[in-house]
Nanobody, 124 residues
Framework: QVQLVESGGGLVQAGGSLRLSCAAS????????MGWFRQAPGKEREIVAA????????YYADSVKGRFTISRDNAKNTVYLQMNSLKPEDTAVYYC?????????????????WGRGTQVTVSS
């Protein structure tokens, strides 16, 4: 069992930055691929970024490529999402997820554990 707790969300103006953190507890964090997803009101949950156990393997949705960076610190059991140049359309609840796999999945169906989410609101 893995427990995930997100933090770092909040209200920011367009063009600003936020860094989300996801602290994991339970089993060996480095064995898991990690993903960040988001869900805006009235929309389906979508993948934002993902990272394999090897931090060199990452994936980004086209909508965030060049603005967001996913990273992980296996010694701290934490995965991060650095979000720069935020836009109002980035407003959503952001979820951290863990997959019992060394390589990431792009589909949420591949993830076994989920955090409760953190709200990100970008004002125009």
């Amino acid at each position: 069992q893995v427990q995930l707790v997100e933090s770092g969300g909040g209200l920011v103006q367009a063009g600003g930055s936020l860094r989300l953190s996801c602290a994991a507890s339970g089993r060996t964090f480095s064995n898991y691929a990690m993903g960040w997803f988001r869900q805006a009101p009235g929309k389906e949950r979508e993948i934002v970024a993902a990272i394999s156990w090897n931090p060199g393997n990452t994936y980004y949705a086209d909508s965030v490529k060049g603005r967001f960076t996913i990273s992980r610190d296996n010694a701290k059991n934490t995965v991060y999402l650095q979000m720069n140049s935020l836009k109002p359309e980035d407003t959503a609840v952001y979820y951290c997820a863990a997959a019992t796999s060394s390589y990431y999945y792009m589909s949420q169906a591949g993830y076994d554990y989920w955090g409760r989410g953190t709200q990100v609101t970008v004002s125009s």
